[in-house]
C-alpha cells in the first residue's frame, strides 16, 4: 500500500506523531470497524474514525432520525428528520473522508444476522441504547475472539469498557452485570433523559481506544471499566475481573 499525496497531506498530523508514523497510518487504513447503533455515542465515534482514516467503517442502525435525537446525535441535522440514521450518517461522512469504504446496514441486529454483518470486521464498537443489543454484541464477540470496545451514557454520566477477547483473561461485560436486567429493551435515554455532550465525551474516547488497539499503543482499558461523573468531573478507572462462573469463562475452556 502506497500512500498518495493528497493522503500524506490528510493524515499529515497524525503521521507526524512517533507512535503512529506511516506504518502506523497504514495500519489504520487497513483495520475495520463495525459501529453498532448511529445515536449519541455512534455519532462522535464516526466522525472521528472516519476523519482518523479507518480503512472500512460499518454502521447498523434500523432507525430513522427524530427531532428528540438532535441534542447529542451530531452528526444528524433537522433537514434529516424520518430519514434512516445509518444510510444518513454515511452519506456526512463521505464528505468528511471520500478515502474510506462504508458500509451501511438498514437493520435491527439479531442472533441471525449478526455473524453476516459483524464477520468482516475486526472491531466490533458497541454505541447501542438497550441491553439486549449490548448481551447479543459481547457474546457474539466472546464465541468470535474480536476486540469490543463498549459505551453507556444516562443523565450526566458514562462509561466504557475495553474488552480484548483474543486474550483469555479478558473480563466480559456478563462479568459486571451477572444478572441480566429486566428491561431489555428500554432505551434508557427516552425515561432518564441525557445530556448530549456525554455522548461526545465517551464515544470519543471509545474512538480513542480503538485507534489505541489497532496501533497497539499506550495502556489499554481491557480488564477495567472508565467511569465518568460529568457533573462532578470525575473519571474512576475501576478493576473488572473475569467472574469464575461467567460465559466468557466457560467459552474459553
Ligand atoms: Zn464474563
Known amino acids: 500500500m502506497k500512500f498518495t499525496k493528497k493522503q500524506i497531506e490528510r493524515y499529515s498530523r497524525q503521521i507526524i506523531l512517533k507512535k503512529i508514523g506511516v506504518i502506523g ?51 444528524f441535522s433537522t ?12 452519506n456526512k461522512l463521505k464528505k468528511i473522508n471520500p478515502d474510506i469504504q462504508f458500509k451501511s446496514f438498514n437493520e435491527k441486529l439479531t442472533k441471525n444476522n449478526i455473524n453476516q454483518i459483524a464477520k468482516n470486521f475486526n472491531i466490533i464498537i458497541d ?24 459505551g453507556a451514557i444516562s443523565k450526566f454520566d458514562g462509561q466504557v469498557y475495553t474488552f480484548n477477547f483474543s486474550k483469555k483473561k479478558s473480563p466480559c461485560l456478563r462479568c459486571f452485570i451477572p444478572n ?30 480503538v485507534i489505541k488497539e489497532i496501533l497497539n499503543v499506550g495502556n489499554t482499558l481491557c480488564g477495567y ?17 473475569k467472574r469464575s462462573d461467567c460465559y466468557c469463562n466457560e467459552k474459553k475452556k
Open 127 to 150: 454505541g447501542s441504547d438497550n441491553f439486549r443489543t449490548r448481551f447479543l454484541v459481547n457474546d457474539y464477540c466472546i464465541d468470535k475472539r474480536k476486540i469490543l470496545i463498549s
Open 79 to 90: 433537514n434529516d428528520l424520518k430519514k434512516n440514521k445509518s444510510s444518513t450518517a454515511i
Open 180 to 209: 441480566m436486567p429486566t428491561n431489555l429493551d428500554v432505551d434508557n435515554c427516552e425515561y432518564d433523559g441525557i445530556l448530549g455532550t456525554l455522548g461526545g465525551i465517551i464515544g470519543t474516547i471509545q474512538a480513542n481506544e
Open 25 to 75: 497510518q497504514k495500519k489504520l487504513l487497513k483495520s475495520s470497524v463495525l459501529i453498532v447503533g448511529a445515536g449519541g455515542l455512534g455519532s462522535p465515534i464516526a466522525i472521528y474514525l472516519a476523519a482518523s482514516g479507518i480503512g472500512k467503517i460499518g454502521i447498523i442502525d434500523k432507525d430513522n432520525v427524530e427531532i428528540s435525537n438532535l441534542n447529542r446525535q451530531i452528526i
Open 225 to 241: 471499566i472508565l467511569i465518568i461523573d460529568g457533573l462532578k468531573l470525575t473519571f474512576r478507572k475501576v478493576k473488572l475481573n
